[in-house]
């Protein structure tokens, strides 16, 4: 089995990983261009492309892959080497680029300029969500946020639409209570690469069965946005603790305190308290438990884990020893 793979960060590494491990030949990476990251704003690759270099595969990072787009040059040289390559199949995961038909239909073929001797599987998508339920940029987030039971790993075969393919494989998991973003995507991600590897072998024995989408129960998992961060006091302690929890490790939760951001990285929802005396905001106790703090209809969020800015992330009672919170204190 002879692939091209595309996909750009570490749920997409992990999958690559997956891959080589279980002896799939590896054509073509393409990967987005690199990009200025950290304190020195210096250019950084992907850690698909990191780890490409290392096994000393090809590597293609077009900017834009429409051939009638702002960078035609880019789109047309991939056009190149994804004919040069000759592969069975491309295996997608978190690119963040959208496929336009020429590619779904170089990868199917047969057809004009179709890669001669190939099997034709298409393109497959590595998603992080039972589909239809979460299609879009960032499923795992939105399903904590919401507050979901369960997620998993669906394998898709791509079309046209945005995660609308018909799916080839699927498996779900339990949401831990308390498990953040970041810790379900390192489950995620070893899921989809599992299941990806899985996926291929079948194929070299036969059709994979294609299961359409239902047309109930999609949908969006909108682009997460820094805006979000911001915590809105007016919401109930139990929504406050679900996005904290989705917002970890990206883009985190903040309230500000005399002016500077402070984050919140962990935190638990308490029943109402029934008195609704405190303004929203309002620190009611601060101790190695935790920080008490009212919140919507009521309810009081205990926040665990704090950083303030310029600081790094403390449990609440090394927190504290170095910013004391007063009973009384408002977070805005």
């Known amino acids: 089995m002879r692939i091209v793979f595309a996909g750009t960060p570490e749920f997409a590494r992990v999958a690559l990983e997956a891959l080589d491990a279980a002896g799939i030949e590896i054509a073509l990476v393409l990967t987005q261009p690199d990009r200025p990251a ?24 077009p900017r834009s892959l429409r051939l009638d787009g702002r960078y035609p040059e880019d789109a047309a040289l991939a056009r190149e080497a994804l004919v040069a390559a000759r592969a069975d199949a491309m295996v997608v995961a978190a690119y963040g680029l959208i496929l336009p038909q020429w590619v779904l239909d170089l990868m199917a073929g047969p057809g004009e300029g179709a890669p001669a001797g190939t099997r034709a599987l298409g393109c497959l998508n590595i998603h992080a969500s039972l589909l239809p339920r979460w299609r879009g940029a960032a499923p795992i987030h939105r399903a904590i946020e919401a507050g979901d039971a369960e997620t998993g790993v669906t394998i898709m075969q791509m079309d046209a639409g945005l995660d609308t393919g018909d799916m080839l494989l699927a498996e779900s998991l339990a949401i831990g209570a308390e498990e953040s973003t970041g810790q379900l995507h390192d489950r995620l991600a070893s899921m989809g690469g599992r299941l990806i590897v899985q996926a291929l072998r079948q194929a070299e024995t036969g059709p994979l069965p294609r299961t359409p989408q239902p047309a109930d129960g999609v949908t969006y998992a909108h682009k997460i946005e820094k805006a979000e961060a911001r915590i809105d006091w007016t919401q109930d302690a139990a929504t406050l603790a679900r996005r904290v929890r989705a917002f970890d490790p990206f883009p985190g ?39 008490v703090i009212a919140a919507g209809g009521g309810s009081l969020l205990v926040a665990t884990q704090l950083q303030r800015a310029g600081g790094k992330r403390l449990a609440a009672a090394d927190f504290l020893r170095g910013a004391p919170l007063a009973a009384g204190t408002v977070l805005a």
Not at 49 to 58: C, D, E, N
Not at 260 to 283: E, F
């Open 38 to 61: 950290g304190r020195g704003m210096k250019l950084q690759a992907s850690p698909v492309k990191a780890h490409a270099l290392t096994r000393g595969w090809p590597v293609a990072q």
């Open 253 to 291: 939760a903040v309230a500000e305190l005399d002016g500077q951001p402070l984050k919140i990285w962990a935190a638990q929802a308490r029943p109402a308290a029934g008195d609704t005396g405190p303004a929203l905001g309002t620190v009611l106790r601060a101790d190695a438990e935790g920080v």
